[in-house]
């Protein structure tokens, strides 16, 4: 049954989503309009969440998936007793608000994921998940459950049509994820029209494909029938729920319910006054909170409160029996790497035949995850070749959550979103990898985590045209420079073994994503008794070989990974002819912005003009190091199909063209 003030706490919902939009000028009313009464039912009759510590660890997770909807999010945060006052709401999209048009995590208290760009959220709250029974299996002891949540989410048309969702649907029910529950606005309303006008496969029949459990609630405004298939769900503990709810977009209002109209832009003035006249809601004053409606809500603050505080003594009991155990849960959460866990990471001999950079890495993460264990990942089909398998260790299955491997099949754009949901849930450190080529497909999970800053690692191998045979279509030209172009994210671009390790040891204490660039090809290990410490990758950039006698150098060679060598060998070619060459290893352009001053002119001294830089990728942004004066010796086109050594040669990669333009180099400048 639902009563007077069920309805009057639904159209809350519904009035302060659109008079926030209305006063922005700006957003998207109709989805809160329309999902209102079954976010409703999820906010107060099912999500365990403590509104004055938004971080609690054994909180259930909610992912707006449909983060176009955020004023939905926003209103379920400031009713439930939220740091999120009514002036926040109604300072929706205005400049440094903490109501932006999307979902911003890290900005507005409550809100677990950034959404926006669609199927994102979804494939996160997958990862949510997926952490969630990782935890759960590595830490609960009988009789001591201290991680048992769920993860809720809203999701859309838009979402379900995305392929990222398709990709990380697939993988959710293969795991059998039982504790992720997704409601589904299903208001059959797109930008562009009806959703029948692009859409028209039977979603239902798709998720049971899938592997999940699926209901219908075939009235959105029967809070009743909701709240049942929420139960339902709960109680499928081997798959994950799929509740398709028929909502109406933009519901009450009388001219624009059930258009596109309702999707992206304000009821107008005279449409909002008659959707209240329609609702029976006063007119004035706008952002209305009536008293009832107010004490309802706040209840999930004492809830919340006493919610957590149960927890904490679960926590004390278990921490009891299982003080190790306890110890690292605390560690886990809050992101301390444990003592000593960079303690078994190998230092590479040198050796002039060597390892690709690829195999060092797979080394290293063994290493790490011996002592680190809540390291986990995996890659999308091509463990084989990325080396991400963590060896004794056991496969992340539907009846094996405690596994470390995760197989996320050949799904990049999917692993790239199910990663960020990994780290944002917290006690994980989520790692993934594939060919660099293919980080192309992940280039919208990799933004977000950057906007995010999430600790996630990815492990790109087959980093240049040194993959060879394969030809164009798996050789990354123009990746290199596409990931240093987003804001937050590194790169590391090691040259050999022992700068894979410190690459590796930056990435787990970084605080935002890692992208480490791999070979496919052997890579000579440098003597470092001749040359500078790889430690000194932590830096960025560092001179790895000077001009002997500590004489200012003619010319500064800079090179990354595999191109390095080619540097160190056309160095010497030079000195031959009484050159004064410095070598500069440059494996991260980021690290390297993050040095003084000082430091960055001690390593490239202004004065020198005469700089080359040697990378085998395209030569966008290179010249902010070598200067107007310097040359770039890069990949301004596609590769081709042939032995990696033939390309390298047939494409300028050699001492012989490095040592003929430096030449010309010192006598233009």
Not at 222 to 227: I, K, P, R, W, Y
Not at 296 to 313: D, I, P, Q, S, Y
Not at 374 to 398: R, Y
Not at 478 to 485: D, S, T
Request: with cysteine; aromatic share 8%; hydrophobic share 40%.
């Amino acid at each position: 049954m639902i009563s007077d003030l069920d309805t009057l706490c639904v159209n809350t919902i519904r009035m302060l989503s659109a008079d926030g939009v209305e006063k922005a000028r700006s957003g998207h009313p109709g989805m809160p309009m329309g999902a209102a009464p079954m976010a409703y039912v999820l906010w107060t009759r099912f999500l365990r969440h403590n509104p004055r510590n938004p971080r609690w660890p054994d909180r259930d997770r909610f992912v707006l998936s449909a983060g176009h909807g955020s004023m939905l999010l926003y209103s379920l945060l400031h009713l439930t007793g939220y740091d999120l006052s009514l002036d926040d709401l109604k300072a929706f999209r205005q400049w440094k608000s903490r109501t932006p048009g999307h979902p911003e995590y890290g900005l507005t208290p409550g809100v677990e994921i950034t959404t926006g760009p669609l199927g994102q959220g979804f494939a996160g709250g997958v990862g949510m998940a997926i952490a969630e029974r990782f935890l759960a299996a590595r830490f609960n002891r009988p009789g001591h459950a201290i991680v048992d949540h769920f993860t809720y989410g809203i999701v859309s048309d838009g979402d379900l049509m995305e392929g990222v969702s398709h990709e990380a649907a697939s993988l959710a029910g293969h795991l059998g994820l039982g504790k992720l529950i997704y409601l589904y606005d299903d208001n059959h309303i797109s930008i562009e029209g009806p959703t029948d006008i692009a859409f028209t496969e039977a979603r239902d029949l798709r998720f049971e494909a899938y592997g999940w459990h699926v209901e219908r609630v075939d009235d959105g405004n029967d809070l009743d029938a909701v709240e049942a298939a929420i139960v339902r769900a709960r109680e499928e503990t081997g798959r994950p729920s799929l509740i398709a709810v028929r909502t109406h977009i933009g519901f009450g209002s009388p001219n624009k319910a059930d258009t596109s109209s309702a999707h992206g832009e304000p009821l107008g003035q005279e449409e909002l006054r008659l959707t209240k006249e329609n609702l029976d809601w006063p007119a004035e004053p706008s952002f209305l909170v009536p008293d009832p409606v107010r004490d309802l809500f706040r209840c999930a603050v004492e809830k919340g409160v006493e919610g957590e505080n149960l927890w904490k003594e679960a926590f004390r009991s278990y921490a009891g029996a299982f003080p190790k155990l306890a110890s690292t849960w605390d560690e886990c959460m809050n992101g301390i790497l444990p003592e000593g866990w960079d303690r078994d990471i190998p230092f590479f001999d040198a050796d002039p035949k060597g390892m690709a950079t690829r195999v060092a890495s797979g080394k290293v993460l063994n290493a790490i995850a011996r002592q680190v264990s809540n390291l986990i990942g995996g890659s999308a089909d091509l463990a084989p070749s990325n080396k991400t398998e963590i060896s004794g260790e056991v496969d992340f299955q539907a009846d094996a959550h405690a596994g470390r491997n995760l197989r996320f099949g050949v799904r990049e754009h999917g692993m790239g979103a199910i990663l960020n949901g990994m780290a944002l849930h917290g006690g994980v450190i989520p790692y993934g990898g594939t060919f660099l080529i293919f980080s192309d497909y992940m280039r919208p999970a990799i933004r977000l985590a950057a906007l995010m800053g999430l600790n996630v690692i990815y492990v790109f191998t087959h980093d240049s045209i040194g993959v060879g045979e394969d030809g164009p279509t798996h050789q990354p030209v123009e990746q290199l420079a596409a990931l240093r172009a987003i804001p937050g994210l590194t790169v590391i671009r090691p040259c050999d073994g022992n700068e894979t390790a410190e690459a590796w040891k930056a990435a787990l204490q970084s605080t935002g994503p890692v992208a480490l660039a791999l070979t496919r090809q052997d890579l000579p290990v440098l003597d470092r008794s001749l040359y500078a410490g790889a430690e000194h990758l932590a830096r960025g950039a560092y001179v790895l070989k000077d001009a002997p006698d500590g004489d200012a150098p003619h010319l500064i060679l800079i090179g990354t990974g595999s191109e390095l060598h080619i540097a160190l060998q056309a160095a010497e070619r030079l000195g031959e002819k009484r050159i004064k060459v410095r070598v500069v290893s440059m494996p991260s352009w980021e690290l390297f912005a993050n040095q003084d001053d000082a430091y960055c002119h001690q390593v490239l001294p202004p004065e020198i003009k005469a700089r080359i830089a040697i990378e085998a990728g395209v030569t966008q942004g290179w010249h902010r190091y070598v200067g107007d004066s310097g040359k770039v010796i890069g990949l301004n086109r596609f590769g081709a199909s042939a032995p990696g050594a033939v390309l390298y040669e047939k494409f300028g990669f050699t001492v012989e063209h490095v040592v003929e333009t430096a030449l010309g180099l010192l006598q233009e400048v």
